[in-house]
């Protein structure tokens, strides 16, 4: 990391943020695997974008020692509070902190509310802008919570929310490794995730296989449920720019209605609506299948037309492999 800050190849917050992750990799025994991380490290440094170098720092962490892991989820979820305050003009102010297995559904829950706010405002012409929306939408769907809560006869027993874990078989069965969720940013281990599978919707994904129709062709123009959960895997949220899954929408590659494109996911993509209009404003090219995506920018952006990988593989600290040809 030291060379390439030298060098010019990364920029100090990288280098700080690197080495601070490599510091933490400690252990008798493990100069080999403390290297080969730094390495992995360094490369993503001179590609990705600070966020996403976070983003494989935690995972790094996160695998490196699973029992200091458990340790800080012990700690975090002792330490969860919620405190309401009522101020002297009659609003109250509301303090917290939430860990991982209680944020995630909230999150999920409150996400979806304000999405569908959004949707329901475009699709009614409404084109006002408030930077406060969002934050009213949050309130009124925690208020709905509440109050659909205080009826209920059996609150908590129904799934209504999908919250999406990431997880490996034998992991989730032996309580062992390391897992993430897409409404948290930091790695939870899978005793984490295990309990929050009690009381959530766990749905089985074999993309391709029988259980879920994936490949719809012509006869469908919008994804369904399932593919969009597909997409999301594969993708990890905006496939471009990495926004929550919840702000993105899935679209078609080739345009359904204009290009003839099918409702497949080797033909689907997550984007949010930002990076949308950016890759149709811009002249960018996307090629994609089952189980990839590539940006190819335009000669006015790169002249060379270089592939940038997207989705969740752009995260990983390995380099990409073997990029598609620009068109």
């Known amino acids: 990391m030291a060379d390439a800050f030298a060098a010019g190849e990364v920029s100090a917050a990288k280098a700080a943020l690197v080495s601070e ?114 934050g009213w939408m949050r309130v009124d769907a925690l208020a709905d919570l509440a109050r659909h809560g205080l009826r209920c006869t059996q609150p908590g027993t129904a799934a209504s929310t999908t919250v999406v874990v990431r997880v490996s078989e034998e992991a989730l069965r032996t309580g062992l490794g390391v897992g993430d969720c897409d409404s948290m940013a930091t790695p939870l281990t899978a005793k984490q995730l295990r309990l929050m599978a009690v009381d959530a919707q766990i749905l089985p994904m074999v993309c391709g296989g029988d259980s879920l129709p994936m490949d719809l062709g012509r006869a469908v123009r919008f994804f369904t449920p399932a593919q969009r959960l597909a997409l999301i895997e594969r993708d990890g949220g905006c496939a471009f720019c990495h926004a929550p899954a919840a702000w993105c929408d899935a679209h078609h590659v080739n345009e359904w209605d204009r290009d003839h494109g099918e409702t497949n996911l080797s033909d689907g993509l997550m984007l949010c609506t930002r990076c949308h209009h950016r890759l149709h404003d811009d002249g960018w090219t996307v090629r994609t299948s089952a189980t990839e995506v590539w940006f190819i920018p335009p000669a006015s952006v790169d002249p060379t037309r270089t592939p940038i990988q997207g989705g969740k593989h752009a995260l990983e600290i390995h380099p990409p492999q073997a990029p598609p040809q620009a068109a």
């Open 21 to 134: 992750v490599i510091a933490q990799c400690s252990g008798e025994g493990r100069d080999g695997e403390r290297a080969e991380v730094e390495q992995a490290l360094v490369v993503k440094a001179k590609k990705a974008s600070l966020e996403d170098l976070r983003h494989a720092g935690r995972q790094v962490l996160a695998s490196w020692d699973v029992d200091h892991t458990l340790e800080r989820e012990q700690r975090v979820h002792e330490a969860r509070f919620l405190h309401f305050k009522e101020t002297v003009d009659g609003m109250v102010a509301v303090n917290g902190l939430l860990d991982p297995v209680c944020a995630a559904p909230l999150i999920a829950f409150l996400d979806a509310r304000v999405r569908a706010g959004f949707a329901h405002k475009r699709d009614a012409g409404d084109t006002s802008r408030d930077p406060r929306e969002a």
